[in-house]
């Protein structure tokens, strides 16, 4: 849930293109393997922030790696399974797999990273199991082929996800959007951004610096990759003046248990 106490009307476009510069500038010396600090900004230095781009983050990286190989519905199908898994210790048992792939050593695995997004909780009862782990074991790969189909009836990116999200039975919605992402990301398929589904992350940001579209012209950079930064800008905010601690990383919050 949004934080209603904070004042986002601090939000500038300044301040967006100061943080997307700088947390940019962090990501490339923490690959250059630079020494720390690797910026004067508390915030940015003493919390978790995703990269700018979700293509450079460590999972990101891993999946297109893991899966460069691969196309069209197979490609998809694993991109599918990736993304509710969502952890690189456990992908790196699994990928790339096949649909008849036995992935019954998930059941004991720590698995769906709800740093990334939620797995909506009724995902189970749609498919009338116990946990969301047992629908990904037995039942979500069914449904790959008839997504990957729906997804490519359309070149709009959110119109791609929202198929998807249909033809998983529609409790990934966020989920799906990623999927598509990467699959966009890997085969350009879905050029058309427009209409873009904006996440709840996003929207105080948006309300206070304008449109999705004007953001895109001020800073040239494409409507996913403002949306997700806008998300991130809105944490940036949010933990101005706070006790940082509180906002230490806690990889797998869901835990074995879901």
Not at 22 to 35: C, L, M, P, V
Not at 82 to 89: C, G, K, Q, W
Not at 107 to 113: G, S
């Amino acid at each position: 849930m949004l934080d209603t106490s904070i004042d986002w009307s601090s939000a500038s476009i300044a301040g967006f293109k100061y943080f997307i510069q700088e947390r940019e500038a962090i990501r490339k010396q923490k690959e250059a393997k630079s020494e720390k600090p690797w910026s004067d900004d508390e915030v940015l230095t003493k919390t978790k922030f995703t990269n700018i781009y979700r293509q450079d983050d460590k999972t990101s990286k891993f999946i297109y790696e893991a899966c460069r190989d691969l196309k069209g519905v197979e490609l998809f199908g694993n991109l599918v399974v990736a993304r509710l898994i969502n952890r690189v210790d456990v992908l790196s048992k699994m990928l790339p797999c096949s649909e008849q792939d036995n992935l019954e050593f998930l059941l004991n695995e720590p698995i769906m990273n709800s740093a990334a997004y939620q797995i909506a909780p009724n995902l189970a009862a749609t498919h009338k199991r116990k946990t969301n782990r047992e629908v990904i074991v037995y039942d979500i790969r069914q449904y790959v082929k008839p997504a990957y189909e729906s997804m490519m009836t359309t070149t709009n990116l959110s119109e791609a996800a929202t198929k998807v999200n249909e033809s998983l039975k529609g409790c990934l919605k966020f989920a799906s959007m990623q999927m598509v992402m990467d699959y966009d990301y890997i085969c350009s398929s879905h050029p058309d951004q427009s209409g873009l589904i904006v996440g709840q992350g996003a929207i105080p940001i948006l309300k206070e610096l304008g449109s999705l579209e004007e953001l895109c012209e001020q800073l040239d950079m494409k409507p996913v990759d403002v949306e997700h930064a806008a998300c991130e800008y809105r944490k940036y905010i949010q933990r101005q003046g706070k006790n940082l601690k509180n906002y230490s990383y806690k990889p797998n919050s869901m835990g074995i248990e879901t």
